[in-house]
């Protein structure tokens, strides 16, 4: 077995018995990367001096005898919209494609703590906007499964890396889907944890109230252990929660016995394959035979999530991207003669179509006039779609649902942006009620993974963590390597 | 419709944005595509319905008034598109 397709886990073992050193493990993911990017193109920016280097300084921590934490000297990817200081951050927008950061993200420093490797910088949609990564300003990623299909989105470079072996492990981000959906279309493990578990500061702001950065993994087990590094409170992100963190390894038991999971009939309507439905239908016999008791439940509001949240997302939106104005940092039009046309034609230019289109979007809903029927309604419905989830979760302890109804489309397809949107029906109800949720592989329709989905009650990413385990011990899924194949 | 192309280009400018006459069009279907499917929330009652503005159980998160380290100047110019004597430099602003 290739260095580059193992486990943080089993990385973890073999660096403390000195059976590898972190140099020839990092090596080998540029060797790796050197051999596949040109087919996968998952990532902006590469930084091999940083992260040999620290890679050599684990290695003398391990000859030391010291210990060391479990993503110590551990190659990883970190999606391009998490600030790294001095190692250029773009959000795969024009509009940033010089930015080198003077402050770390919370996420990063505490991953610094820890000793990890970061290779670079992912690609993504431009400001994480879309559910392709098509929308990058400069380039397009492959999926590894079929080279012809979309990696999906947002942090669809993070999880093509992961998943061609380009990363033992990614950071991304899910403002309404973007950690999960890739997942699910790459085969691998991601988690949207709950809002507030994980600092939002040194994360470019895309929709404040619903972004949430986490882990995508080859396991379940990778993703408690990122996990346990990133979460807690931050005195720089008033919005983190000032709660204890558990050691998320510590939920990860194959015991799902009386375990209550429902299944909400609302999230296999029209839009799904029959051929993803299948796939959870198998899930949810799997659970039935390990001990679960599981029940059809309902979420009524949720045929309306998916507009709700392209009414608020876009709302903060159009306001957090208002400071890319050309004075401070940025693309700047260097022709323009006044400031108010310098900063329009900066906008202008730095910006894509996806991007311009969520703005005005947002502009519009929050203007004179149609604040109240589309704002405010939003906002309202956001209470719906949150009581309906509180409702569910008296009776159920967790939710089993598609990650996405559809499995890793083709690279040409071509789509209205509504239609889209629509696709993100089964993710983003889970962003609008703030709960955590988890993709991991579950099967394969056409020879694309399908990804099911476990959303759990507020705070409890235990429970989430322990059903994911414990299906993943009991099947195979996981197990299978992304095949590069396809013909780009 | 819901928006026209003049509503388009008040919004855009609203925006700070300029949308090229060759854009206009499809961003005007787009947005009247969006629009019009956001007539089902007429569907749903939200009489006496609270807006949600954040998930969360937190309210106006307050700390100590501590003087702290924060970025030099020097940083927070570091990725500046012009600089004039330590400053952001901009084209004229008052004629």
Known sequence: MNLYDKTVHELHEQLKKKEISSVELTNALYDRIGAVEDKVAAYVTLDKENALKQAAKVDEMIAAGQDIKPLAGIPGAIKDNISTKGLRTTCSSHILDNFIPVYDAHVIENLRKDETIFLGKTNMDEFAMGSTTKTSYFKMTHNAWNLNRVPG???????????????????GSDTGGSIRQPASFNGIVGIKPTYGRVSRYGCVAFASSLDQ?????????DAALVLNTICGVDAHDSTSLPVDVPDFTKALRQDVKGLRIGLPKEFFGKGTDPKVKEQIMLAAEKYKELGAEVMEVSLPHTEYAVITYYIIAPAEASANLARFDGVRYGYRNKLATSAPEMTKKSRSEGFGAEVKRRIMLGTYVLSSGYYDAYYKKAMQ?????????????????????????????????????????MLDVTTIPVNMAGLPGISIPCGFADGMPVGMQLIGKALDEETILRAAYTFEQATEFHKAYAPLGGDK | MKVTEKDVRYIAELSRLEISEEEMPMFTEQFNQILEYADILEKVDTTGIEPTFSILPLYNVMREDEVKPGVSHEEAMKNAPAVHNDGFKVPRVIE
Request: glycine letters at 8%; one cysteine or more; aromatic letters at 8%.
């Open chain 1, 153 to 171: 989105g947002s942090s669809g470079g993070s999880a093509a890396a992961v998943s061609a072996g380009e990363a033992i492990w990614a950071l």
């Open chain 1, 213 to 221: 950065i986490g882990p995508l993994t080859r396991d379940v087990t």
């Open chain 1, 381 to 421: 419905v956001r209470t719906l779609i949150k009581r309906d989830f509180d409702e569910v979760f008296k009776k159920c302890d967790v939710l089993l649902t598609p990650t996405s109804p559809v499995v890793a489309y083709s690279l040409d397809e071509k789509m209205d942006p509504l239609t889209i949107y």
